[in-house]
């Protein structure tokens, strides 16, 4: 057996550990290709690379000149084409069916999801279509962080491609299964403009976006009247607060000196306001709106 590991970020870099903990694994190892990742401040494309180097695995990097000779390869946080299909492995972060596309996890967050999941399927020519080989779940309660989200799915990731491992190794074959078509469910892409907050949804869904696109992601937005353009890090509920008039972003009053805003049902309590320079940020008035 021989593997061919494409590996992005904290996912990646926690699988390759777990591989190079035994020798019968990392033996296996034919080479291993990383990338940055420029929308994520936490891309592990250093730790990688050295990880590599310590463990004499080869090693390229993404647009290199690539030749697969190995018998399976393995996709890990890839966010880009391969052209060579052939035994090729994508975990994709979702308990498939479900979720299949972009940003599965953020989106499951937002949404209030149970549980967040990873899956291990045979590549193919539609998203995230092809048969599932093993796949696992794990509960989540809220507030829940994306960072610690992406712990939880790094360590899934762990657990799925050792069981791959084992049953190359030890049967040479992978057993899979079709995905339930009409429990298909889809997951858009994010933009810039998809990290501002919108104040018109109750607080509870507002905490949620706030945690699930924050560090090492860009972190939510939004904009005072005077057009000043501000990142929210963290906020809470504030359950006791019920407004007689609708007035989603308006500023009510202030918890000592943390920022008071009404939603479209209850309210949140701003912890830690910055500027796009990552500095503390202050209103400069009383009677402002967010938008």
Excluded at 162 to 183: F, G, H, R, T, V
Excluded at 268 to 276: A, P, S, Y
Aim: glycine share 6%; proline share 3%.
């Amino acid at each position: 057996m021989a593997l061919t590991l494409y590996l992005l970020n904290k996912k990646g870099y926690k699988v390759l550990t777990a591989l190079t903990k035994t020798n019968k694994y990392l033996s296996n190892i034919d080479l291993v290709v990383g990338a940055r990742d420029k929308g994520n401040e936490e891309d592990y494309f250093d730790e990688i690379r050295v990880l590599c180097n310590n463990y004499n695995i080869k090693y390229i990097e993404r647009g290199q000149n690539l030749t697969i000779q190995s018998e399976h390869s393995l996709a890990i946080g890839w966010r880009w084409l391969i052209k060579d299909q052939k035994n090729l492995i994508v975990l994709h972060d979702s308990f498939l069916p479900k979720y299949r596309g972009f940003s599965p996890t953020v989106n499951m967050l937002i949404n209030g999801e149970t549980y967040i999941g990873a899956s291990a399927i045979w590549a193919n020519d539609k998203m995230d279509e092809g048969d599932i080989i093993f796949q696992k779940k794990v509960n989540i309660t809220y507030p829940l962080k994306i960072q610690k989200a992406i712990e939880l799915i790094a360590n899934l990731y762990v657990d799925i491609v050792l069981y791959i491992m084992n049953a190359i190794l030890e049967k040479n074959i992978l057993p899979s299964l079709p995905q339930m078509k009409n429990d298909a469910t889809y997951s858009i892409w994010r933009n810039e403009d998809d990290y501002y907050i919108d104040w018109a949804k109750e607080a509870a869904e507002i905490v949620r976006f706030v945690d699930a696109v924050g560090y090492p992601y860009g972190g939510a937005k939004s904009k005072t009247e005077d057009g000043e353009i501000i990142r929210i890090r963290e906020c809470e509920v504030v359950h006791d607060i019920i407004s007689e008039i609708p007035a989603p972003g308006k500023l009510l009053m202030y918890d000592e000196e943390y920022p008071i805003i009404l939603c479209g049902k209850k309210a949140v309590k701003l912890l830690v306001i910055e500027d796009l320079n990552n500095n503390p940020f202050v209103f400069k008035k009383f009677r402002t709106q967010l938008k």
